[in-house]
Each structure stands twice: as structure tokens, then as C-alpha cells.
């Protein structure tokens, strides 16, 4: 049992705490010079500020910094809330200071954050439509840190919501890039769904959950007619999925 739990331990640090990783390509906002049209220049102004100070968080993050990049992000949080013109940036900058807890080991911190941002997506949440993947990939990050903060139980409900949604979102009937992400985040949630199936005790659902992971990560990563990084983003996971896979394994 004690190597059991010491795999699973190794398992965790094997997976990134930037739980927003996964490659998304859909549309997202444009900055404030590309919508300036029609905005007051107020809005424009106080945007720009936004965005600054998010800057400085990203490069903090980037060089390795998180208590930096959690400094300047929750900053933006405070300019956010005290100003109504921001308030539509909300989501944006609470994804961004639930990332920085995460790759600060803070994953406690963290999970009221990602509950706020599965709150705002409610409504994608009972959505029969594309949206419903936003559902998932707020799903996703809260199970992730509550993983990490050791609420398997509760992690394995959100990957199994996540899974659904993401498999709901695939056959919303997208162009092709799409469908293959939302492949890519059904076996990226697979994976860590197995990771705390595994810490739970269960095994072999963790291990089928695993393989499942990797089937579908390998049809990604081998799909030529997507972009390379959502393949990239695949090949890493796949190798992650197939390590761990080898050492639950070995533990049998």
C-alpha cells in the first residue's frame, strides 16, 4: 500500500500544476486596440491598465516567479472588482490568478477561485451546444486543484462532469480542429481521473480510465491535419499518461 501511495505521489508531479494548459483554439476576446470602436475611452484606458498588470503577472509566471505573478494577478482582481467597466474581464483575470496559485503550490487557494469560475458557466453547463466545453474546462481545473489538495473523492465527480461535457461538446458537430481538442481534453481528463480513481483504491478503474487516456491521446497526437501544438500538447500528455500507466503497473 505504501508504494502504491508513493506511485501515486510521483504521478502528481509528473503533471503540471498549469491546469489551463490544454490547448484551446477557439475564438477568443480581442485586446482593446483591435475593439476600440464604439468603447469610451475610459473603458479603453482602465483596459489597458488591466492588461498591463496582467502582462507583468504572465512574465513573472514565465520566469518562474509565481508569488510575483500572484501579486500582480491578484492586483487585477481588485481593479476588476472595483471597477464596473471591467467587470466582463472578471473570468479572465480569475483564470489567470487560479493558474498562479496552482504553479505556486497553492492548490487550496486555488479552488474557490475555480468554484467562481464554474459558477459563471452555468449556463454552458446545461448547454446541448459547443459551449458546453467551457463547462468542462471549468470542471476540469476545479477537480485538478482539488486533487492536488487531496478531495480525491470530489476530484473524481468534476472529472467525470468534465469527461461528459467534453464528450457532449464533440459531438456538437464543429469543424474538425475542435473536435479533435475536445478528444485531446476527454483523455487529458481520463488521465488524471485515473490518477485519483487510483488513490481511492480502485485499480483497475483507475488503470482502464488510464489506458482509455491513452488511446485517445494518441489519436490526437497522431492526427497530421490539426495544428502541431494541439498535438504537442497531446504527445506530452500521452507520455505522461503512458509513464504513469508503467508504474501503477509495476505496483500489481
Not at 520566469?63 to 472588482?81: C, P, R
Not at 503512458?242 to 503497473?249: E, F, P
Request: proline share 3%; charged share 25%; hydrophobic share 40%.
Amino acid at each position: 500500500m505504501t508504494r502504491k501511495i508513493l506511485v501515486v505521489s510521483t504521478a502528481l508531479a509528473l503533471l503540471p500544476f498549469d491546469v489551463f494548459a490544454q490547448t484551446d483554439k477557439r475564438p477568443q476576446r480581442k485586446d482593446s486596440v483591435t475593439v476600440s470602436a464604439g468603447i469610451p475611452k475610459e473603458q479603453l484606458a482602465l483596459e489597458a491598465q488591466l492588461d498591463g498588470v496582467i502582462s507583468q503577472g504572465d512574465q513573472a509566471l514565465r520566469s518562474g516567479n509565481a508569488s510575483d505573478a500572484i501579486k500582480q494577478y491578484e492586483s487585477a482582481l481588485d481593479l476588476v472588482q472595483k471597477q464596473p467597466l471591467l467587470t466582463e474581464r472578471e473570468p479572465w483575470v480569475l483564470k489567470k490568478l487560479a493558474s498562479g496559485y496552482m504553479q505556486g503550490s497553492r492548490p487550496k487557494d486555488a479552488i474557490p477561485i475555480y468554484a467562481k469560475l464554474l459558477a459563471f458557466r452555468k449556463g454552458d453547463c446545461e448547454s446541448e451546444s459547443a459551449a458546453v466545453s467551457d463547462c468542462g474546462d471549468a470542471q476540469y481545473g476545479l477537480g485538478v486543484a482539488k486533487a492536488y489538495s487531496g478531495d480525491f473523492l470530489g476530484a473524481v465527480t468534476l472529472f467525470s462532469d468534465a469527461q461528459a461535457n467534453y464528450a457532449k461538446a464533440e459531438k456538437s458537430g464543429g469543424f474538425h480542429e475542435f473536435t479533435m481538442i475536445q478528444v485531446k481534453n476527454q483523455g487529458q481528463t481520463k488521465l488524471w481521473m485515473g490518477i485519483a480513481l487510483n488513490r481511492l483504491g480502485r485499480t483497475q478503474d483507475a488503470l482502464a480510465a488510464i489506458e482509455a487516456a491513452i488511446q485517445q491521446l494518441s489519436r490526437v497526437q497522431s492526427d497530421e491535419s490539426i495544428l502541431i501544438g494541439i498535438r504537442d500538447d497531446a504527445a506530452r500528455s500521452l507520455q505522461q499518461a503512458q509513464t504513469i500507466l508503467a508504474r501503477l503497473k509495476s505496483t500489481q
